[in-house]
């Protein structure tokens, strides 16, 4: 169930024709208040659009999971579900593909699924991917997922232990979302082309002290259009029967088109919860904040669907009493490499105040712990050493 049905409810349910506006929300056609349809392909044509999805699904993909045991860190290679999560889903599939196929199909259809197929002992053996419009969500009246999906056998009923489930912020997609906004790219798109695609050349009016009738204004603006449009665009014109030409369109500066597209990009890069920088929108960028909002790349954007993506392998990879013993983890060590410095002069100075042990920091490093390093003793000094061995005695004689 998302976040916005519990919240605000089931929406009530009637009847539709297919000339109702509302009709096509279930086709993912709602209209916008530009008129463009938005939908997960139309919308990847707006390159912010296609960076943000990129950017959040590759960074999930490129990033290793591990998993690990509860107590000691230590990674457990031999869990079944070790190779699922850190090598590959199936045999032609690696784990790093999956996530980011995955990712794709939450962020442009509010869903991605996975299959899990298993072994005769329920042994997870095989993750596969499941096109989301052939999914259904559906729970039991206590709140227990299930989910039918639709197969070439007809309809199949599946737990929500067998189907793997990530979902972006409130179940929704930020396509969906942010539709408004990314119909508005579109619109500047389309707008900024046929401007081009004429010369870049605003309207005008061809003015004539004689009375023309229909067909003698048609031919003189066909005339016109073959004339000056297109690669044509830019020739002097030659009017005749004291004809003039009026321009009254504004210029492109004149209506700041520059920087309204980078007002979108900016709502792109709010629906999708990505730094403007990052989308390579550079007017306010400089090396200290772009460094900063790496970071906050994490934080913020990714952070969220690494925690979701963790809970769902250990919802269907893990028994009840595995998931007791073991967790999920995603490396991130490459991406915080910005901050690297900042970490290590950290943890030095927890290790010499006795505020950590080795294993701890070790543990934080997502390094297995060291037999004798569980002592708070500073290694950076020699204060708790032990007092050296007297010296042997020497006989005077």
């Known amino acids: 169930m998302s976040l916005f049905t519990r919240l605000f409810g089931a929406p009530e349910a009637k009847a539709l024709t297919l000339t109702d506006p509302e009709a096509f929300g ?8 530009t008129g463009i349809h938005v939908s997960g392909n139309s919308a990847l044509r707006v390159p912010a659009v296609a960076c943000a ?49 995955l990712t794709i199909d939450a962020l442009l259809t509010g869903n991605g699924y996975a299959h899990v197929t298993r072994l005769s002992d329920g042994t997870p053996f095989e993750l596969h991917r499941l096109d989301p419009h052939t ?32 979902q972006p912020f409130g179940g929704v997609s930020p396509i969906t979302l942010g539709r408004e906004a990314i119909a508005l790219s579109l619109a500047f798109e389309q707008h900024v082309a046929s401007l081009f695609a004429n010369g870049a050349r605003p309207s005008g009016i061809i003015k004539s002290d004689k009375v023309l009738d229909v067909e003698a204004k048609k031919k003189i603006a066909a005339s016109w259009f073959n ?7 830019g ?8 004809m003039s030409y009026d321009q009254l369109s504004m210029t492109l500066a004149d209506a700041q088109f520059a ?25 306010r960028g400089t090396w200290s904040n772009t460094e900063e909002m790496a970071r906050q790349f994490y934080a913020i954007t990714l952070k969220p669907w690494l925690t979701s993506w963790a809970w769902a392998y250990v919802r269907v990879l893990f028994t009840p009493e595995e998931r007791a013993a073991f967790y999920v983890e995603f490396v991130t060590d490459d991406l915080l490499t910005t901050n690297a410095a ?23 490093l997502n390094l297995a712990p060291l037999p004798d390093g569980n002592s708070l003793a500073n290694p950076y000094t020699t204060s708790g050493a032990a007092d050296p061995a007297p010296a042997p005695e020497v006989d005077a004689a």
């Open 26 to 33: 279930l086709f993912g056609l709602t209209p916008t208040a």
């Open 53 to 101: 999805v990129a950017l959040i699904s590759e960074t999930i993909g490129a990033m290793p999971a591990k998993a690990h045991l509860s107590d000691t860190k230590e990674t457990a290679k031999d869990l079944a579900a070790y190779k699922l999560v850190h090598d590959e889903a199936n045999e032609w599939t690696s784990a790093g593909q999956l996530r980011e196929n």
């Open 135 to 166: 999914v259904q969500t559906e729970y039991e009246p206590d709140g227990e997922p299930f989910y039918t999906v639709q197969t070439d056998a007809g309809p199949r009923r599946f737990s929500y232990r067998d189907i793997l489930h990530v």
């Open 227 to 233: 004339t000056h449009a297109g690669r044509s665009a």
């Open 235 to 242: 020739g002097t014109a030659i009017l005749d029967e004291g």
């Open 259 to 283: 920087e309204n597209r980078l007002e979108q990009i900016r709502e792109i890069a709010r629906v999708f919860r990505v730094p403007p920088t990052m989308l390579f929108e550079l007017t």
């Open 342 to 364: 900042a970490r290590a002069g950290a943890y030095g100075q927890y290790r010499s105040m006795g505020a950590m042990t080795a294993n701890e920091v070790r543990s934080g």
